[in-house]
């Protein structure tokens, strides 16, 4: 079975530049999550999606940042424009999602690493 | 609110040796869910277990096992004989109902395990 795919792996940018990342959950997975991770930190949730509805997107910063998960499958998050500061590592996660609850287990896709200069 | 701490940012071991990994745990949940991922110099997170807060059964998966302490709020993670394979950043988790089943990340501990 595939697991969580994400691209591209590795971006370098000028920062006020825009930047997408791509992520295909695991099929079947109606929960998707996006998490920022900082160098030496863990991950912190951006926005997780249930089906194609965003039900918590508390900490993403909506003045630079958005997500869509048009079809409730693949999404996409992306950062217009790019400042030094979102230099990270994005990650991509999916879960069954529904009636699993706290017991949820979220796989983790490879991550994109942005540089941004 | 929800909280992982990770006291052990790094621990340096030599091959065949047995290490653990402390994770301590807040929250005010009484249904809640523990997890460790272990994180590759490939980046992506790997899921290792998953452990309820009504199961405090220890668990062995092969050189892996777990102790999980409700009295003192942790959840320890052993490695028996350790590899170099095992070099990592491993990091413990919570998803409880108040962070309304959200993943709590501790800050990770990395493990290089000499040859």
């Known amino acids: 079975e595939a697991g969580v795919v994400q691209s591209p792996r590795y971006k370098i940018i000028e920062k006020k530049q825009p930047v997408a990342f791509w992520c295909n959950p695991i099929?079947?997975?109606?929960?998707l999550y996006w998490y920022l991770q900082n160098l030496g930190q863990g991950p912190e949730l951006l926005i997780r999606y249930e089906n194609e509805e965003a039900v918590d997107d508390s900490q993403l910063p909506k003045d630079r940042f958005s997500a869509e998960r048009l079809k409730g499958v693949d999404s996409t998050l992306k950062i217009q424009p790019a400042e030094l500061g979102d230099s990270a590592v994005y990650l991509c996660a999916s879960s069954l999602g529904g009636l699993a609850g706290v017991r949820d287990t979220q796989y983790f896709g490879p991550g994109t690493r942005l540089t941004v200069l | 609110a929800q909280k992982v701490t990770q006291a052990q940012t790094e621990i340096s071991v030599v091959e065949k040796e047995d290490v653990t990994l402390d994770c301590v745990y807040e929250?005010?949940?009484?249904?809640?869910?523990l997890f460790w991922y272990k994180q590759p110099p490939s980046g992506e997170l790997v899921f290792l277990i998953r452990r309820n807060s009504f199961d405090e059964q220890n668990e062995i998966s092969g050189r892996y096992s777990w102790n999980f302490q409700k009295s003192t709020s942790s959840f320890n993670f052993t490695i028996t004989a350790s590899q170099v394979v095992d070099s990592a950043v491993y990091f413990c988790?919570?998803?409880?109902?108040?962070?309304?089943?959200?993943?709590?990340f501790g800050t990770g501990t990395r493990l290089t395990v000499i040859p």
């Open positions: 929250t005010r949940d009484t249904t809640y869910y």
């Open positions: 099929s079947g997975h109606n929960t």
């Open positions: 988790a919570l998803s409880g109902e108040t962070g309304a089943n959200n993943l709590f």
